[in-house]
Nanobody, 115 residues
Framework: QVQLVESGGGLVQAGGSLRLSCAAS????????MGWYRQAPGKQRELVAT???????NYANSVKGRFTISRDNAKNTVYLQMNSLKPEDTAVYYC?????????WGQGTQVTVSS
């Protein structure tokens, strides 16, 4: 099993920045990729960014050029640096760990961007 703990959400004005963190514990050597997803009220959960074990990154078109996903293997932590935030980025952000046989999710952290 993998346990994920997210932090770093909050309230920020449009144009501002936030950094989310996701600390993983447990069967971390079985993790193939990690990612950030978000879910706004009344909408489906959507992919924001992913990073593989080898470091390959993938981004949703809506965040390209504004968000950066990174990982610190020594700390077993994945980060999401969010710049130039927009009101439409408001959502609960979830961290996901992808293993060969299962996926694990964090509890989510709220990001609210005011206009």
């Amino acid at each position: 099993q993998v346990q994920l703990v997210e932090s770093g959400g909050g309230l920020v004005q449009a144009g501002g920045s936030l950094r989310l963190s996701c600390a993983a514990s447990g069967s971390i050597f079985s993790i193939n990729a990690m990612g950030w997803y978000r879910q706004a009220p009344g909408k489906q959960r959507e992919l924001v960014a992913t990073i593989t074990r080898g470091g390959t990154q993938n981004y949703a078109n809506s965040v390209k050029g504004r968000f950066t996903i990174s990982r610190d293997n020594a700390k077993n932590t994945v980060y999401l640096q969010m710049n130039s935030l927009k009101p439409e980025d408001t959502a609960v952000y979830y961290c996901k760990a992808q293993l060969s046989w299962n996926n694990y999710w964090g509890q989510g952290t709220q990001v609210t961007v005011s206009s």
